[in-house]
């Protein structure tokens, strides 16, 4: 791709725009309106791999460009993705740019911005459902719940030199739930520094693919999730929970399993 340092001539009254739209963990249904209407005056869409290529359908006059990753394999470097951003909006289009679940958690979306700022470009940002709270949620786990959790932590489990986050180490001493994004190849080396914590029966949730019609869950506890894991081939992309809220989902099963609506009594 030819350098930026050569091509931009910005004209004036044609420069574009860059929203950055976050689409929610991945049922199609769990983006927001205003990411809707920000894809129905789209003239390019940058999408991500994690994206439900349904989404497209709320775009129907954007040319649309798969800039994703799959496997460790890159269509597009960051480097160029920025510059198509700016190509694009500098000749007077809308460009959204569209990620998984929150652009502003652990999307690159704030560094997208900034980039296209640099160009005199306007930018904007349209807020998605974070996976950290939603995908469990969907699976009755809260982050957080009165007399279990007063806190959460959202860690990413792989730095971008590629090492586990020292917040772990620094979480599993905490009563905080803890969730950890882009994790399971380090899943190992997580529940370690919860055991090396005394922790061997916090309960623990893994959850892929979570609210799609792939999505499987394992539960277990610190001591057993590793095995879990295997036996039932959880992987990325995935979300680990670590944290005694991940309880309420069995309960809540329990309550249903056992609720009968002919022992069901209102008083007068």
Not at 165 to 178: C, E, P, Q, R, Y
Request: proline share 3%; with cysteine.
């Amino acid at each position: 791709m030819e350098s930026l340092n050569n091509v931009f001539a910005f004209e004036k009254g044609k420069t574009g725009k860059l929203t950055v739209v976050g689409a929610g963990p991945g049922d199609v249904d769990l983006i927001t309106l205003k990411g809707v209407k920000a894809l129905q005056s789209a003239d390019v869409v940058l999408y991500d791999a994690l994206i439900d290529t349904e989404l497209l359908q709320y775009a129907p006059k954007a040319e649309k460009i798969f800039v994703g990753k799959r496997k460790g394999c890159y269509r597009y470097q960051q480097e160029q993705i920025n510059e198509l951003i700016v190509q694009s909006a500098s000749q007077g289009l809308d460009v959204v740019r569209l990620k998984g679940g929150d652009p502003f958690v652990f999307g690159r979306g704030a560094e997208e911005m900034e980039y296209a700022s640099a160009f005199g470009l306007e930018v904007a940002v349209v807020p998605g459902l974070s996976s950290s709270v939603s995908v469990p949620a969907m699976q009755n786990i809260p982050v957080t719940k009165r007399g279990a959790s007063e806190s959460f932590w959202v860690i990413t489990g792989t730095t971008k030199e590629h090492k586990l986050s020292n917040d772990v180490a620094l979480a599993a001493k905490s009563s905080a739930t803890i969730v950890i994004l882009m994790g399971m190849s380090k899943l190992g080396e997580i529940m370690e520094l919860f055991r090396q914590e005394n922790k061997q029966d916090v309960p623990v949730a893994i959850i892929q693919n979570g609210t799609t019609e792939n999505e499987k869950i394992g539960i277990g506890t610190v001591a057993s999730i590793e095995n879990k894991a295997k036996e039932q081939q959880l992987a990325n992309p995935a979300i680990i929970v670590i944290g005694e809220v991940v309880r309420h989902r069995e309960k809540i099963m329990e309550i249903q399993s056992n609720y009968d609506p002919k022992e069901l009594v209102f008083s007068e």
